[in-house]
């Protein structure tokens, strides 16, 4: 929603322009849902496909956490009301041969929600130490 406007009802354009064929065009035209995505959205959905979908790729261009690029993503298509697939992306190159319990451990520190020494204490019950 452009900033400024409520975001309240359904918003929609009325009149289209041109100047150089001296034309309006009036009528009632719905909004795109990416016309309704903040700046931050858009500049993120940008970055996304520069990057060719690639989440590592995000991630490095972006200087952020997998996680974070991942929630990005969700909140993304949140606000497009789409919803992702069900077919799981395979994990960054620096996480392949970690199990899912190792890699969920990475992003819960990288989230703050384990401290170093937790994060390393689980890491080795998770390989059997």
């Given at each position: 929603?452009?900033?400024?406007?409520?975001?309240?009802?359904?918003?929609?354009?009325?009149?289209?322009?041109?100047?150089?064929?001296?034309?309006?065009?009036?009528g009632?035209?719905?909004l795109?849902?990416?016309?309704r995505?903040?700046?931050?959205?858009?500049?993120?959905?940008?970055?996304f496909?520069?990057?060719?979908?690639?989440l590592a790729?995000?991630?490095?261009?972006?200087?952020?956490?997998?996680?974070?690029?991942?929630?990005?993503?969700?909140?993304?298509?949140?606000a497009?009301?789409?919803?992702?697939?069900?077919?799981?992306?395979?994990?960054?190159?620096?996480?392949?041969?970690?199990?899912?319990?190792?890699?969920?451990?990475?992003?819960?520190l990288?989230?703050?929600?384990?401290?170093?020494?937790e994060?390393?204490r689980?890491?080795?019950e998770?390989?059997?130490?």
């Amino acid at each position: 929603m452009p900033p400024g406007l409520p975001d309240e009802g359904e918003w929609y354009v009325s009149e289209l322009s041109n100047d150089e064929l001296e034309m309006q065009v009036r009528g009632r035209f719905r909004l795109s849902p990416f016309a309704r995505l903040s700046a931050e959205q858009t500049a993120f959905l940008a970055t996304f496909l520069r990057c060719r979908g690639v989440l590592a790729a995000v991630e490095r261009e972006l200087g952020i956490s997998y996680p974070t690029v991942r929630a990005r993503l969700d909140a993304l298509l949140e606000a497009l009301g789409l919803s992702p697939t069900e077919v799981e992306e395979p994990p960054p190159k620096d996480r392949v041969g970690m199990t899912p319990k190792q890699r969920e451990i990475l992003e819960r520190l990288e989230r703050g929600e384990l401290s170093p020494e937790e994060a390393k204490r689980a890491m080795k019950e998770a390989a059997g130490q």
